[in-house]
């Protein structure tokens, strides 16, 4: 288990998928949400950020062994998120892993090839899923001197500035096919990515 906890970000308001939620889709028997955070939980400790109560997401959660951090301002955007499961993490907490609650495709071992990295490449601050080809994605290790500026991020950006603003401190992680990337956003998506596994069956 790793000192290294993971903030799964689940506060979203899955503003394209038509009225359904994103997150409460079935992926291999249970909600998105569930499998995410099972996932993580076999890595480290896991602060999922929902929105405020209530809400089918805490149902999904029922049972795991994780920390919920309600987040009033969600529909702020992701940021909002950000900030408040970074000031919760414990005082001496090393690094953070950012992961997103809707990549269906990502494994437990593309999170713990992740934190390795984190051993490996000591210089860095910030270590980051990429697809195999090269593209950064997800999941998003954060040093712990970069919290007060992932503290001070708003809106719907996400922590892209922070990344942006230290180039030279980014060490990109591949991970099988495209999983660091793909996130599932709308019906037509989740359609063809259904299809897609049906078909590899």
């Not at 049972?63 to 955007?77: K, S, T, W």
């Not at 609650?101 to 593309?110: F, I, Q, V, Y």
């Not at 990429?130 to 712990?144: C, L, M």
Request: net charge negative.
């Amino acid at each position: 288990m790793s000192e290294i906890p993971i903030i799964l970000l689940a506060a979203g308001q899955s503003s394209r998928m038509g009225g359904t939620d994103k997150l409460m889709q079935e992926v291999d028997g249970m909600p998105l949400l569930c499998r995410a955070a099972g996932i993580a939980r076999q890595v480290g400790p896991v602060f999922v950020a929902l929105p405020p109560q209530p809400h089918p997401r805490y149902g999904a959660l029922s049972g795991l062994d994780v920390e919920i951090i309600e987040v009033p301002d969600a529909a702020e955007g992701m940021n909002a998120s950000l900030r408040r499961a970074i000031a919760a993490l414990p005082e001496q907490t090393p690094a953070a892993m950012i992961l997103l609650a809707d990549l269906p495709d990502l494994t437990e071992e593309d999170l713990r090839t992740t934190l390795q990295a984190v051993s490996k490449f000591p210089a860095c601050k910030i270590w980051r899923g990429a697809t195999e080809d090269g593209k950064p994605g997800h999941p998003v290790i954060f040093h712990r001197s970069l919290f007060p500026e992932l503290k001070t991020l708003t809106g719907d950006t996400g922590a892209h500035s922070v990344t942006r603003r230290h180039p030279e401190n980014v060490h990109l992680v591949p991970l099988p096919g495209q999983r660091a990337r793909l996130d599932l956003d709308t019906p037509a998506d989740w359609q063809d990515w259904r299809n897609r596994k049906k078909a590899h069956e």
